[in-house]
């Protein structure tokens, strides 16, 4: 119920990323819609999501498939909650997740919620839409395009995350039958995946795409969402197999956004024709061009 809340909020503030994309002197709010080459993360921002839902699962997700690095990974973290479901305690998951919990201080704790608040769904998309805007105004439009994206990133994620958690329905570690799956109508069964992790990295990753030239956004974009998704393991919510699938998977969507962007980007497209001089007298040859 909690993350549907946060997805509620976080679609709120979305929409007020989107109004204020067109914000600013009605010459200028005209100009851009009758421009046939604005960038593709100036355009509506729901139709975005919308379209994402085929381009992740008929493109983005098979390509991603085959690479080893993201196989392997996503494997790991499926391998871990397979186990956990079938041993007893909770295999190898849920141990760690009771080793990580009983070594938690309570500094560590304190951080951990800090952290934990900054992961909320709603609170990333008004620091987007505050980012966007001001970017907006100060003409940054490379800070523009990566706030806009990181928000329809952001979103895709709330959507896979709410499916997967209704159609996993695992126990959270602190309720009855922690770690199985498949427990419907519980009031903690909706563990996996980690919904913090999954928003983080989906944000992270697009800045991380979007500024890969800066060696320290990557750096420091993924080291905040790791810090997130560490919190929800020291503050016993989830299970390192919930954390690494959605940082996994929210990583994924991330880059597909971003790829998405490079492929819509408006680009020339040209061919040669044939040219008749004036009056009929004379041929040549011409090129014409139009931007796609």
Known sequence: MRSLQNMRCAVLTSVVLAIGATRGTPARAAENTADPDRPYWRTNLFKRVATDQKFLLTRWFPQEFKDPLFASTFGVGVAMII?????DGGGFDGATERDITNATSSGATSVSHVFTTMGEGAVVASILGITYLSSRRAHDDRLSEASSLATESLLNAGIWVTVLKAATARARPNEPNAGQFFQYGGSGSDSFPSGHAMGAFSVASVFAEVYRDKKWVPWLSYGLATAVSASRLALGRHYPGDVVVGAVLGSSIGRG??????????????????????????VGVGWTFSWK
Not at 265 to 281: D, L, N
């Open 83 to 87: 186990q956990s479901a079938s041993g």
């Open 257 to 282: 956004v971003v790829a998405r962007n490079g492929e819509e980007a408006p680009r020339v497209r040209g061919t040669f024709v044939p040219v008749v001089g004036p009056e009929g007298h004379g």
